[in-house]
């Protein structure tokens, strides 16, 4: 068994009932955080994408105002830009972006991590847009019609959330053009 399952199995395996001190993540017992994380790095870094994404969803559900929750929301949508399909991905995308927006009002986060998250959303929501416009509308359409109103998903998430950044007016472009494409 992995350690970090033995590590949160542990309490529940003794004899007799656990009392409350020995459940992991209280002052009694270790934090189960650390090692979760280093399992999730682990399984990906392994090629368990699903496996580590699930891990990172238990950490995000474990503590759910953690100011990791944005490193791990971006970890899960890189592994599921490895093995899921662009749905999925533009469904991750999207956890990342509401993240994104509670971090930038939330008063306890720091400054860094607030600058981290948005930083870590526009550089995955960029790339996405921008090679699945060349994917999408440079090779054979037909097959990729119903990719398009992700994409056009994803033009409007990256407008909306950085209508200044500097490659926001060709995303505009693409856009139109994507619009013109779909309508010939």
Known sequence: MRPAVLLFLLPFCQAGPPDAGSFPGTRAGPDPVPALERAAARYARGGYFFASSDVYRRLAALRPLSPSRCAWQSAV????????TKREVVHEI????????TLAVA????PAERQACRRALHDRLADLVFIWNKE???GCTAYSWDKWPLLEQLFHQF?????DDPKAPEARAQLARLYELEHR
């Not at 949508?77 to 899921?84: C, F, K, Q, S, W």
């Open 77 to 84: 949508v890189d592994n599921t830009l490895a093995t899921g």
């Open 107 to 110: 008063s306890v986060a720091p």
């Open 159 to 163: 407008l909306a959330d950085f209508p």
């Open 136 to 138: 999408l509308t440079r």
């Open 94 to 101: 999207r956890l990342l972006a509401a993240i994104d927006r």
